[in-house]
């Protein structure tokens, strides 16, 4: 059973640009959770999805970022007309359940690391 | 918010028992208490959860006071290859939002021979 796979693993884009991150969770987990982490700090929540629902997106910024986990394919993370403080690693995670209960560890990705230029 | 406080740093040696306690006064009674360890440019992995009392695993134990107000990793006769930071997350996303879910700035657990 493959891991939570995320790509690309590095992405670099200048001001204004988008980007796309992805999220492949475990097989079997309906759950995905993203988060970022910025330099020297802990992973902030930023939202939370099941298939073809966000439940929680109250860590994500109002504006210009957006997240979907569509019926089939991974779960996408996009930000648009990115800034250079949006530089961080941006982990996904996945769980077959609601994450935070009994037995219910989220598993997580290797990151996407993003750097504007 | 369910806020932590950990250590930032702390420093053992090969052989020896670690212990890091985490602090979380505003615990809600339907919030778990799990912790991560996470290595540089890795995502965190998942060590251990519990809800109270002692908890042990193959790798840790976590101990958990009956006031739920912190809670203590204990990690059995480190190796170098624990050296990461460890992150104690205390929430339920069901009840609390996704926002209990955010972690702290953790613990720098350095290990040495």
């Known amino acids: 059973n493959a891991g939570v796979m995320q790509n690309p693993r590095h992405l670099v884009r200048r001001r204004g640009q988008e980007a796309r991150l992805r999220c492949s969770p475990m097989?079997?987990?309906?759950?995905v959770y993203w988060y970022r982490q910025l330099p020297e700090e802990g992973l902030k929540f930023m939202v939370y999805l099941q298939k073809e629902n966000i439940i929680d997106e109250s860590g994500m910024p109002k504006e210009r970022f957006s997240a979907e986990f569509p019926k089939e394919g991974p779960s996408i993370l996009r930000i648009q007309q990115v800034v250079r403080g949006d530089s961080a690693a941006y982990f996904c995670a996945s769980s077959p359940r609601l994450a935070g209960g009994a037995d219910n560890e989220q598993f997580f990705g290797p990151g996407t690391r993003l750097t504007v230029l | 918010l369910a806020k932590t406080t950990q250590p930032i740093s702390m420093d053992s040696y090969e052989g020896q028992e670690v212990n890091i306690t985490c602090s979380h006064n505003n615990i809600a009674t339907n919030d778990y208490i799990t912790w991560y360890q996470q290595f540089p440019s890795q995502g965190p992995r998942f060590i251990i959860q519990?809800?109270?009392t002692k908890v042990t695993n193959e790798v840790a134990s976590l101990f958990i006071p009956a006031d739920r107000k912190s809670s203590t990793l204990s990690l059995p006769r480190v190796s170098l290859s624990d050296t990461a930071v460890y992150y104690c997350l205390v929430g339920d996303v069901f009840t609390g939002g996704g926002n209990k879910l955010t972690f702290g700035t953790g613990t720098q657990l350095k290990v040495e021979l």
């Open positions: 097989k079997g987990h309906s759950h």
């Open positions: 519990g809800y109270k």
